[in-house]
């Protein structure tokens, strides 16, 4: 086999000496807080634990605090900020009787910590720090079998390296350095330099002393890492570094690092950051390995997705490491599938990857490349220096080196990462150190990640099942929807649309939201939508299906409530009538680009109260007219409340070109926060190319109605210009229609005649809900029963559907056959 240089067990006995070196080999100031960084992230590399962390007293001497930590965030194994020096914890432990405590899953099994931890089985492991002030090391492991032999040996030379600096703050009282800052958590007021007030293009005179104020001028993009270290609730005790950028008055925005600490305040007292903010375009060379992994544990910390998780690792290694290309996979069975690929573009990857091409990544068989199943196998990082004979597979992704990362996650190998370099390339002790820790890191999160996605497509599945497969059709209009569930959570929601087609060319445009997200939510989502469906499909008008439906919910035993609009468009005169419950209302786009928010009124939301009103506005909607339904999820997130997020859904939607309707839908949801659930409804308004023909005829119960519908029905069909030997047929299905209506039912009875493409339509509608039964066999003496059959035979098509208040009979008959 080739030669390989592996990071991992080759040979017994060689963690600690290579520990050992690393910790000799810091080139950092002892008295730099970063070299409290840099010692804990050889903890990772060498101690096979995924978390470490420092615990130091505080000044009353009551409690241990976390100063430093690195790796994954703590929560996931139920650590705490703080804990009491006087307790039971491993941590007070092995501060108070100066020795290690080493804990696994069975003896964590019964303490608060392994109660609290979302994660699985964990090993835990405390080292007394042999500094001035004492404290603790802590480490936590998922890895099989805990910590072994040499885990420990490295572990423990790690807490005799440990220096505790004191972190730089501001003295009370005195003059603020500066470049310093210093940030009260409870109430958002700082303290800031001068210097610092100049790298945000700020005058002494011009700051209110208000956080908000310097959040407000950086990139919008930088702010979510900016809210995780000014906002108490994301902050752990300890040291933070991270580099954002700040708006300028003139030309591009500027690079800046801010280097902080947050500093318990004591009884009484709020804590505070305390640090400073540098010009980074000057230290951005500098950025550590340490760092590196600091930020890449930040950033997995919040990917939810697979893709998220290949993102983060590909973002923090390739430009690090000046590497040619990178991807990463996950392990499935045998079966390497590859998430994400950069250079993202196939020509960039060996000829093997392109012929396993699977639409947008590769899936590749591990069997096709036997140096990187052993890779597999083995378990730990494996590096190829330039010239060693390799598979093409493989070769070809680093002619000058090639790195191979297994991505542990527990005992199992969750995925690789392969990172490669065209020219020759050396590999640095510090650069191995970076590509160890970060696989442990990766490891972890994706598996984490894999089982959102899993649970997350699942959630998908059913909510789609509760949607319209497909929309339907419509005459002079085309509708096109578009749903995004939430990625904040595995529950279904409650967001819902439909297209509802209705005679005489009408159409029902509904979108609606249940209240909350769980399967309850989803459970009335598709009761409500069904409701809906069939009280319109009965004929009511907007208004009334709406007062059924809510009803319908107000009968429910359930405490939630919905918010519905309901469109009822008149595809042949371009009008329409809407009906909003709670809802947002309608988003009109005209055909010369300009857009409005319809001025409809509404009514509460449905199941909130059932003698209420539900008022119908009219619009009116000229040919190429975009009618746009949506939910709170597209317009409202918070930063935006729905006003202006409903301004900001218009803009987008003036902007479009609502000849692709598609693609405008797509449009509209780039970006959207996904933090909640979002329906999205369109339907672009053409005009019908032809319209049908329409007569209405009331029949009275007297005894010449038959004889009167024949006459309207034979005047009719004279003014349409009808041939007399399909005026007949006609008459004759009026006939029995009207007859049969008015023998067999009681109360009112209405005819209906449509002309549209040569085929006419008879419809007669009473007030009995009784479908007319076809007989299957009629004797030659019977006196009734032939009608049905007579109308049979000479329609193209016939049936019978409910209305409100009774049923409607018709029949189709193609003229001019």
Avoid at 95 to 105: F, M, N, Q, S
Avoid at 354 to 378: I, K, Y
Avoid at 716 to 721: H, I
Wanted: charged content about 25%.
């Amino acid at each position: 086999m080739a030669d390989v240089v592996s990071e991992g067990t080759a040979e017994p006995r060689t963690r600690g000496p290579r520990a050992e070196g690393a910790l000799r080999a810091l080139s950092v100031d002892p008295d730099s807080p970063e070299r409290l960084r840099r010692v804990l992230e050889l903890a990772l590399v060498f101690g096979a634990a995924s978390f470490v962390a420092v615990y130091t007293p505080s000044e009353d001497g009551e409690l241990l605090c976390l100063t430093e930590s690195v790796g994954v965030p703590r929560t996931l194994y139920g650590l705490r900020d703080a804990y009491a020096l006087s307790g039971r914890s491993p941590m007070a432990d092995a501060h108070r009787e100066r020795r290690a405590v080493w804990l696994g899953p069975r003896q964590l099994a019964g303490r608060a910590e392994s109660r609290r931890a979302p994660s699985g089985d964990f090993s835990l492991a405390a080292l007394p720090v042999h500094g001035d002030g004492g404290g603790c090391l802590l480490a936590a492991s998922e890895r099989a079998g805990g910590f072994d032999a040499e885990n420990r040996e490295a572990l423990e030379l790690v807490a005799a390296a440990v220096a505790l600096p004191a972190p730089r703050a501001p003295v009370e009282g005195g003059e603020l350095p500066a470049d310093a800052f210093s940030l009260a958590m409870d109430t958002g007021r700082v303290e800031v330099g001068d210097e610092i007030l100049a790298l945000f293009g700020l005058g002494p005179r011009e700051f209110d002393g208000k956080v908000e104020t310097l959040l407000g001028r950086t990139v919008p993009e930088d702010l979510p890492s900016l809210m995780s270290v000014v906002e108490a609730d994301h902050m752990s005790i300890g040291d933070r570094e991270l580099e954002f950028r700040a708006l300028q008055r003139t030309g591009p925005p500027k690079w800046l690092r801010l280097r902080g600490r947050l500093v318990p305040g004591g009884e009484g007292h709020p804590a505070r950051l305390v640090g400073t903010v540098a010009d980074a375009s000057t230290l951005r060379p500098e950025i550590t390995d340490v760092a590196r992994v600091q930020r890449l544990a930040a950033a997995l910390a919040t990917a939810g997705t697979v893709r998220d998780v290949s993102q983060a690792v590909v973002t923090a290694l390739r430009k690090p490491l000046r590497a040619d290309r990178i991807a990463l996979a996950e392990l499935e069975h045998d079966r390497l599938v590859v998430t994400v690929l950069d250079p993202p573009d196939p020509e960039s990857w060996p000829e093997v990857w392109r012929l396993e091409w699977r639409t947008e990544w590769p899936d590749a068989p591990v069997r096709a490349m036997p140096t990187l199943a052993a890779a597999l196998s083995e378990g730990r990082a494996h590096i190829w220096p330039a010239g060693t004979p390799l598979e093409p597979a493989l070769a070809d992704v680093g002619p000058g080196g090639l790195a191979v990362l297994p991505l542990p996650a527990g005992d199992r190998v969750a995925g690789a990462c392969l990172i490669g370099w065209d020219e020759p390339h050396e590999f640095g002790a510090d650069e191995r150190a970076l590509l160890t820790a970060s696989a442990g890191l990766a490891g972890q999160a994706l598996l984490r990640a894999h089982a959102f996605d899993a649970e997350h497509e699942l959630v998908g599945m059913l909510q789609r099942q509760l949607l319209p497969r497909r929309l339907p059709r419509l005459p002079g209009a085309e509708a096109v929807a578009r749903y995004l569930p939430t990625t904040a959570g595995l529950e279904v929601g409650g967001d819902w649309y439909d297209v509802i087609p209705l005679p005489d060319n009408h159409v029902a445009l509904v979108i609606g939201d249940v209240q909350g997200h769980s399967a309850a939510a989803a459970t009335l989502m598709g009761q409500m939508r069904t409701a809906l469906r069939a009280y319109a499909a009965e004929g009511h008008p907007p208004d009334v299906v709406v007062d059924h439906a809510n009803r319908l919910l107000m009968d429910m035993e359930t405490d939630l409530f919905a918010t519905c609009c309901y469109v009822d468009v008149d595809l042949e005169e371009g009008s329409a009538w809407c009906v909003r419950a709670g809802h947002l209302p309608p988003v009109l786009r005209r055909p010369d680009g300009s857009t409005r928010i319809a001025e409809a009124e509404g009514g509460p939301p449905l199941g909130v109260l059932r003698q209420v009103g539900f008022p119908m506005s009219p619009l009116r909607l000229a040919p190429g007219t975009v009618v746009a339904l949506t939910t709170d999820g597209l317009v409202e997130s918070a930063d935006s409340d729905l006003d202006t997020g409903m301004d900001r859904f218009a803009r987008e939607l003036a902007r479009s070109d609502p000849a692709h309707l598609g693609l405008v839908a797509d449009a509209l949801l780039v970006g959207a926060r996904r933090t909640d659930d979002i329906a999205l409804l369109l339907m672009r308004y053409d005009g019908m190319a032809v319209r049908p023909l329409r007569e209405r005829w009331t029949v009275w119960r007297v005894p010449q109605a038959a004889g009167h519908a024949r006459r309207f029905t034979r005047r009719t069909l004279r003014a349409w210009g009808v041939p007399p030997r399909d005026r007949d047929t006609v008459l004759l299905v009026v006939s029995e229609l009207v007859t049969n209506a008015l023998v067999h039912t009681d109360g009112r009875v209405r005819l209906d005649l449509t002309l549209v493409n040569q085929r006419m339509r008879v419809a007669v509608a009473d007030a009995s809900p009784r479908t007319p039964v076809r007989p299957t066999r009629v004797s030659w003496e019977a006196t009734g029963g032939r009608g049905i059959l007579l109308v049979e035979a000479v329609s193209t098509a016939w049936g019978s559907v409910p209305i409100s208040g009774g049923k409607q009979v018709w029949s189709e008959i193609a003229l001019g056959d």
